[in-house]
Structure formats: structure tokens, C-alpha cells
């Protein structure tokens, strides 16, 4: 299976616990691997029989900066199925980072990783 990883997208975004993060706002930052089958678009160079990564991206970085969610639980999962949809694509995996967490005296990240397929 092939794949195409998209790093370091950093959005701003107001998912969180606590009621100043659904207010304030923090950046989050979204890793993904994105499998799918390349073979055709290797033949062919056309973008058709491959993942526009810009639509992915774009994807990301809305959901990111319009949801509202208690839990990044449910914001990764939110963005893992949302790019399951996406053409081709079989299995994603999702890091999803919140390089500042508002937790005292923790200079930290805090990160969660999921996988998902169809």
C-alpha cells in the first residue's frame, strides 16, 4: 500500500475542555498519513488517479478552525473520517497536537495518535 504524508499543518482552532479554550482559541498542529493505491497516477502523471493533497489540507485546516469539541478526541476522529472520504483514500492516520496545552506548569505537548480505515 502506498501513502502520502502531510506534516505541520498548524491551524487555529477553539476545540478544548476548559470554556477559555472554546473561547481564546489555541493552535493545534495535524500530521497525517494518507494510504492509498499510487500505482495508476505513477503511469499515468495525472492527478486524477491521485490524492489532490491541497483539498486534504484545506480539509484539515476548516475542520480545525470551525468545530467546537469538548474532547481533540473528537476532533481527530472528525478529521480522520472526513478524509476517509476523500477519493482513493483506504486508511488514515492522524497525530494531532496541542503545542500549548493551558495546564500549569507544563511546557509540554500534548499529542494523540489514531488510525482509521473504511
Do not use: N
Amino acid at each position: 500500500m502506498d501513502s502520502i504524508q502531510l506534516t505541520g499543518i498548524r491551524c487555529y482552532g477553539y476545540t478544548g475542555y476548559l470554556p477559555e479554550e472554546q473561547v481564546l482559541g489555541q493552535w493545534f498542529e495535524v500530521d497525517v498519513t494518507l494510504w492509498l493505491d499510487l500505482s495508476q497516477a505513477g503511469k499515468s502523471d495525472d492527478i486524477e488517479h491521485t490524492l489532490d493533497y491541497r483539498s486534504a489540507i484545506s480539509m484539515i485546516q476548516t475542520l480545525v478552525k470551525e468545530s467546537k469539541f469538548l474532547l481533540i478526541e473528537r476532533l481527530a476522529d472528525t478529521i480522520a473520517q472526513a478524509l476517509l472520504q476523500l477519493p482513493l483514500v483506504q486508511k488514515v492516520k492522524l497525530q494531532l497536537s496541542k503545542p500549548a496545552a493551558p495546564i500549569p506548569d507544563f511546557g509540554g505537548r500534548i499529542t494523540l495518535e489514531i488510525t482509521r480505515t473504511h
